[in-house]
């Protein structure tokens, strides 16, 4: 569990990273450079009529231009674990009313998914914009204001495109990190506010 933060054979990934902290919901990097994380939502442009598609790339054009600072995108290929979905589906379902009547048809619909990833590995794409900040005169407070009126900008113009978003948390961005350099790992157990308190105290 200690790999993303420890490594005894190279140095570890936070010194590769050049992470120096990951607090109020920020990720801090060396010399006084900061980022904010926000997950997005997708539409499916080709879908979209002709005159939708016209509309939405004007709403994306204003959006660019209204950027108030730079970002980055970040695409995550992630395999979809479907079995904690079925899992979840079938416990969702037992205490509808209808579950007996029901029950065979939805054992075959479980049975069918379970089966369709046990032959195809199934992929989805996560979309993340990476709001920087860099050298903002030495003062983490108004670097971490800035952020905070920035994302709130880029969110709300995002909301125009119909994408709903997500601003990562500081345990969010953490488990994203844990992820992509622990992935079988993370499918385990992932990152929680009580196993990060265990870690900080030297318990595990």
Do not use: W
Request: hydrophobic share 35%.
């Amino acid at each position: 569990m200690l790999d993303f933060l420890k490594n005894n054979t190279k140095a570890s990934s936070k010194q590769q990273l050049d992470i120096v902290s990951i607090e109020d919901d920020l990720l801090h990097l060396s010399d006084h450079r900061y980022r904010a994380i926000i997950q997005i939502s997708t539409i499916n442009f080709e879908l979209k009529s002709e005159s939708e598609k016209d509309i939405i790339t004007e709403i994306y054009q204003n959006f660019l231009n209204a950027l108030p600072s730079r970002i980055q995108i970040y695409i995550q290929v992630r395999e979809l674990d479907l079995k904690t979905y079925t899992s979840n589906f079938r416990a969702s379902l037992k205490n509808k009313a209808n579950y007996i009547k029901y029950k065979n048809q939805i054992n075959n619909y479980i049975d069918f998914v379970n089966n369709l990833s046990h032959k195809n590995k199934i992929l989805t794409r996560l979309f993340y914009l990476i709001i920087p900040l860099d050298d903002f005169n030495n003062n983490y407070i108004e670097a971490k204001d800035k952020l905070n009126i920035n994302c709130d900008i880029i969110q709300k113009n995002l909301t125009k495109l119909k994408l709903s978003t997500k601003r990562l948390t500081s345990l969010d961005i953490f488990n994203l990190f844990y992820e992509i350099y622990n992935p079988d790992i993370y499918k385990i157990q992932p990152i929680n506010q009580e196993l990060i308190k265990n870690l900080k105290k030297g318990i595990i």
